[in-house]
């Protein structure tokens, strides 16, 4: 059972600090997600990573897929109020299902 | 880009009743698709998936049944719910190895 751990899982910071969340897997993934989610909606899709030491940089957003394809980072730089949500990664193996990580609750206080 | 709906948006239902829950794509033909449930704003379990008409694979056991009459319709059904079933569901539709999701049913039973 491949298993993606997220943390932290619960994060609360001033408005403009930095953050990073991590995912981290035993497991080896093709590629991975990172989602955003607002409460009482859908999670909406930030960015996949595909290639081993990729960085993608979205806005304040920069996420990295680590080397060997078995973990990632988001970092957040400046945090602002809008930035509060439920962040989850999840892998994709090949067989048709994601593994999601259990998410980091983010609030980003004015 | 492929949008997907879900209703409906909020049900309250008692113990004991029928449970329909369609979701429903567009922008995309013959796609994958899967049921989530998610737990007080973390993360999601995946129930049930599809990859063509009629074809359901389920993850866990339970009272919950889906099934897939269309080739972009599917339904999550119970004939009969129990308090455990409450939560927010979700609806997923792939695009390559990322997943697209609705905007989510949330279900009290009572």
């Known amino acids: 059972t491949q298993l993606l751990e997220q943390s932290p899982q619960f994060l609360s910071i001033q408005e403009g600090e930095n953050l990073t969340v991590y995912c981290n897997s035993s497991s080896v993934f093709s590629s991975l997600q990172w989602y955003r989610q607002e409460p009482g909606e859908g999670p909406v899709l930030l960015v996949t990573v595909v290639t081993g030491g990729e960085v993608k940089k979205l806005k304040r957003l920069t996420f990295q897929f680590g080397d060997a394809r078995k973990d990632s980072s988001l970092h957040i730089t400046a945090a602002q109020p809008g930035d509060t949500g439920l962040y989850l990664c999840?892998?994709?193996?090949?067989?048709?299902?994601?593994?999601f990580g259990k998410g980091t609750l983010l609030t980003v206080n004015p | 880009s492929q949008t997907i709906h879900q209703w409906p948006a909020t049900l309250v239902q008692p113990v004991g009743s029928p449970l329909s829950l369609e979701c429903t794509v567009e922008?995309?033909?013959?796609?994958?698709l899967y049921w989530y449930r998610q737990a007080a704003g973390r993360g999601l379990q995946l129930l049930f998936y599809s990859v063509g008409i009629g074809q359901i694979s389920s993850e866990v056991p339970q009272n919950l049944s889906a099934s897939r009459p269309q080739d972009r319709q599917f339904i999550l059904s119970s004939k009969k719910l129990l308090l455990s079933d409450s939560g927010f569901y979700l609806c997923a539709s792939t695009g390559t190895d990322t997943q697209y999701f609705g905007p989510g049913t949330r279900l009290t039973v009572l």
């Open positions: 922008g995309t033909s013959n796609p994958n």
């Open positions: 999840a892998g994709a193996a090949g067989n048709y299902k994601l593994t």
